[in-house]
Nanobody, 124 residues
Framework: QVQLVESGGGLVQAGGSLRLSCAASGGTFSSYVMGWFRQAPGKEREFVAAINRSGINTYYADTVKGRFTISRDNAKNTVYLQMNSLKPEDTAVYAC?????????????????WGQGTQVTVSS
């Protein structure tokens, strides 16, 4: 019953910015650890960022640290990914995911709910 729907993807030039949104329904959003993952064609799904239930604690992959910011608004049942200083290697389908267990985790296998993903393309 839990549904996650991403939006905000698109085409941006290198060095630009983009903000992704993930709207949740059919569950208790505030009880989920939320994460963002990305997958490029022919590659494995890669962890990007995660945030705890209250939004106070965050974790980032080294490849995006300092450039991306994850946040959430539990009143709106939405998690965000602000992406700055984008690089061509950031090009991928970005998906949000929810985790029912208490603490953040960077492994995609530890997440219970997934959105369909939104395409982000960074041109050089």
């Amino acid at each position: 019953q839990v549904q996650l729907v991403e939006s905000g993807g698109g085409l941006v030039q290198a060095g630009g910015s983009l903000r992704l949104s993930c709207a949740a329904s059919g569950g208790t959003f505030s009880s989920y650890v939320m994460g963002w993952f990305r997958q490029a064609p022919g590659k494995e799904r890669e962890f990007v960022a995660a945030i705890n239930r209250s939004g106070i604690n965050t974790y980032y992959a080294d490849t995006v640290k300092g450039r991306f910011t994850i946040s959430r608004d539990n009143a709106k049942n939405t998690v965000y990914l602000q992406m700055n200083s984008l690089k061509p290697e950031d090009t991928a389908v970005y998906a949000c995911a929810g985790r029912q267990r208490n603490f953040v985790n960077i492994a995609n296998t530890e997440y219970d709910y997934w959105g369909q993903g939104t395409q982000v393309t960074v041109s050089s």
